[in-house]
């Protein structure tokens, strides 16, 4: 079943179950024999279906029977239907084959009055009864406001078969047309009911009146006639004794006396018609505003930023007012700048100015509500003959923007669309005030991360800042442990060395008179070798504690790590070590005293070779690396050892601390090492972990 409407009917009904909370309605008709749904509202198809099979069962059928007899609601209970969603149905009948049905649970007095009007309106009939049997057509009052009031003119005046005149709706002391036809006055223009002697007297005495040319009437019709007219008559529409409106007809046949009763006996007919029209329109105009206020604030709530809901929120206003320019102006919180986005037509806008040069600026200073002919300064110049209707928005007491409405038709403005902008002012000056109070948050939260971001960097700065002081102060401890240990150095190797030279030198003169078998010749032996220990340890020392100028000159570090290598080769086989070599290829030369150099790398391989007392793995290797924007040739010497622990590698470049006490260790070589190192201007890294073994890297400057 397709169930279908006009619009503008759909559209009413759907407002009317609005307005009255009921949950569906339907036309219903019974050309076919049996009740058929015609058209409805919220009533599905299965509803529908249901519906029908209840009006056809006996006790819907003698409702729906009785329903045709009556002009007053009347109710059903349903039972058995719970699909149709409710349990009374209430029916609307005005003698005519089609019947209006609402679902409601129950209807109080202001829902009734309003079902009762769209019933008049929908299914309503006129028809002219006059007593000599003029037919009079039939006039139905379609619930489309301005086409039904030209549909009840027109009916009005071929019932009489004249050819001009109109139909005017009462607003206070004038007469409005609502409906016209040929020279009639326009559309909306007025007629006074106490300016015209006709009129007034047509309104005090709720009668019919004639003028016919050439009385003393004549002259005082309302508004001006075609010159073959040859009478006017005016009708008044009377709904219990309250003056509605009225209708004039004016043409060149002389009306007789029975064309003014047949005409003034359907005037009592339509008035009630005409009333109902206009109050179900100002019902409908009611419920539209509602409508476009619940529009804008579902424009208003879903923006969240302000260019949006000035948009939305212009192009409704642009649509309800479509001959005006509509502005929006919210100035800043610092009151600095002017915020202003237009809409013209389909044309969306928006710019920013410097608020004191703004023609808006006087307008915020009185922050006063006022209507202008024009505004002065680019964009706000009113065009000729325009006025133009501002309203504040406030909010607490402040004004935090304006709404601007820019046409010819701004100073007439009626009391709803006061009302309604009203409405959208105060909506719109709440989001106005949350989208600068969001926008100043956002710019705080932007401020504090970027304040925090500083923060951070300057923490890592700091940090950073601190680890290389830290390092640059243990550099500074080392060196002056160096320096004391080179200083006691240099005294104890002076002390030693002269008396061990005494020593060495009357050993081997003993051991060469001393007979080969004789019993102390091994005791002499052990002698001189630990004697000449001692000088070496001694020597060492001297060579740690010199100071003094170095033979430097540019070198390939390639060759002197082959020389080194060369030199331990034999050694590193006995060991049971497995050595791998990689060198760097194209090494730049860099500047060094190749002797101590070698003694680094010496130090460091014999190192490599004790942590690794059953074999191993030891690696070479040489490159280029780039470290704080400088090059360094980097040495790296790599074992798969014992390794060191934390502890360990904070005192391994301390003199005399060593790890190998037991197997003759002095402590002395690493030392040697960093100051020898260090004294390149090079560093030299540990890394290490117990049993994974150490890597020592070398690192001097190119």
């Known amino acids: 079943m397709q169930l279908s409407m006009r619009d503008d009917a759909r559209s009413h009904l759907q407002q009317a179950c ?69 349990r009374r149905i ?65 009916g009005f005046l071929s019932a009489g078969d004249d050819q001009s005149g109109w139909l005017a709706i009462r607003r206070g002391d004038e007469l409005i047309i609502a409906a016209r036809r040929n020279a009639a006055p326009a559309l909306g223009s007025s007629l006074g009911l106490r300016s015209s002697p006709l009129l007034h007297r047509m309104h005090r005495s709720r009668s019919s009146l004639i003028a016919k040319r050439g009385s003393n009437d004549w002259d005082a019709v309302p508004h001006a006639l075609s010159r073959n007219a040859t009478f006017w008559a005016g009708f008044p529409l009377v709904v219990n004794n309250r003056f509605i409106g009225a209708v004039a007809v004016w043409g060149r046949r002389a009306i007789t006396a029975r064309r003014l009763r047949d005409l003034t006996g359907l005037a009592r007919q339509i008035s009630r018609t005409v009333d109902l029209n206009v109050a179900i329109g100002e019902v409908t105009s009611q419920l539209r505003r509602l409508a476009t206020l619940n529009e804008f604030a579902l424009a208003i709530s879903s923006s969240e930023e302000l260019p949006q809901m000035a948009q939305r929120v212009l192009a409704h206003l642009g649509a309800i007012f479509p001959d005006h320019e509509i502005a929006l102006y919210v100035p800043t919180s610092d009151s600095r700048l002017m915020q202003e986005f237009r809409i013209a037509g389909p044309n969306f806008s928006e710019r920013t100015a410097a608020l004191s040069q703004h023609p808006m600026a006087r307008w915020f200073s009185s922050s006063v509500n006022k209507q202008t002919a024009s505004f002065s300064g680019e964009g706000s ?274 003199p005399f601390y060593t790890t190998r006490a037991e197997s003759g260790g002095t402590g002395l070589g690493l030392s040697v090492t960093y100051g020898i190192v260090t004294d390149h201007g090079g560093t030299i890294e540990v890394q290490s972990q117990r049993g994974s073994g150490s890597t020592f890297s070398v690192w001097l400057p190119v």
């Not at 009762?116 to 057509?137: E, F, I, K, N, R």
């Open 18 to 86: 609005r307005l009255t909370g009921a949950v569906w309605t339907a036309l219903v008709g019974s050309e076919t024999g049996s009740p058929t749904v015609l058209a409805a509202y919220g009533l599905t198809a299965a509803r529908a279906r249901i519906l029908e099979q209840c009006l056809e069962a006996e006790a819907g059928r003698s409702w729906y029977q009785g329903l045709k007899r009556r002009r007053s609601p009347f109710a059903l209970t349903v039972k058995g239907y719970p699909k149709l969603g409710v």
């Open 381 to 654: 110049e009113a065009a000729q003959g325009s006025n133009t209707f501002t309203l504040p928005l406030r909010y607490r007491g402040a004004t935090v923007g304006a709404l601007a409405l820019q046409g010819a038709g701004a100073s007439e403005l009626s009391r709803y669309d006061h009302s309604m902008l009203a409405v959208v002012a105060s909506y719109m000056a709440g989001v106005v005030e949350h989208g600068r109070l969001r926008a100043e948050a956002v710019e705080r939260a932007r401020r504090l991360e970027e304040t925090v971001r500083q923060l951070r960097d300057a923490e890592l700065a700091a940090s950073t800042r601190l680890t290389a002081q830290q390092a640059a102060e243990s550099r500074l401890v080392q060196a002056a442990k160096m320096v004391a240990v080179g200083e006691m150095a240099a005294g104890v190797a002076h002390e030693l060395n002269n008396p061990l030279t005494t020593v060495c030198g009357f050993a081997e003169l003993m051991l060469e008179e001393t007979p080969a078998d004789a019993p102390y010749k091994a005791d002499l032996e052990m002698v001189l070798h630990e004697a000449r220990r001692a000088r070496s340890v001694v020597r060492r020392l001297l060579d740690f504690a010199r100071q003094g100028d170095h033979l430097r000159a540019r070198a390939d570090i390639d060759e002197i790590v082959e020389d080194v290598l060369a030199l331990m080769t034999h050694f590193v086989h006995t060991s049971g070590v497995q050595l791998e070599v990689e060198l760097g290829q194209g090494l730049p030369w860099i500047t060094l005293d190749g002797n101590q150099i070698k003694q680094v790398l010496l130090n460091l391989l014999h190192n490599a070779l004790h942590a690794m007392p059953g074999g191993g793995r030891l690696q070479v290797r040489t490159e280029l690396q780039r470290k704080e924007a400088h090059d360094w040739i980097v040495i790296r010497v790599t074992d798969n050892g014992v390794g060191m622990d934390s502890d360990e590698l904070e005192r391994i470049f301390e």
């Open 90 to 154: 209430w029916g609307y009948s005005r003698g005519t084959s089609e019947v209006l049905i609402v679902g409601a649970d129950a209807q109080r007095s202001p829902a009734a009055s309003i079902w009762a009007l769209v019933a008049d309106l929908m299914l309503g009939a006129m028809s002219a009864g006059p007593a000599g049997g003029t037919a009079s057509p039939q006039l139905e009052a379609a619930y489309d406001g301005q086409n039904a009031l030209d549909t009840i003119l027109s």
